[in-house]
């Protein structure tokens, strides 16, 4: 679902725009940034959930980490939107191929494809 070529061909075509570079890293650096937040709140339920804190702060510990997941959740699919935009703008297939919406189960499966991308990219670092 994710093209990586899209964004290597991106790269190349904005090599002497800053401007559009630094979108474009903003992008793809908010990917990890909801990966972090999932991972955040998934660890805090963990350690928290077994009666280490008393329920009204888990509950509130709880409620603020998801909330915040969420709000990374909806930049990750506005950033999607913006390199989906300039890739169209550009005439080369969209960087994520299939609906990109608030609905469900779009946002979850969004949410997967750039996760693989992460987690790809992770695991084939240098």
Known sequence: MINEETISSLLKIYKDDEKILNTIERCLISFEEYHSQIYKLEICMKIFSNGNV????????IEELDKSRTTYHNALLGNVNVLNRLAEKNT?????DGKVSQDRPYRREVANGVLQYVEKIVENRS
Do not use: R
């Open 54 to 61: 008393d329920k009204d702060n888990y509950k509130i510990k």
């Open 92 to 96: 080369l297939p969209p960087f994520y």
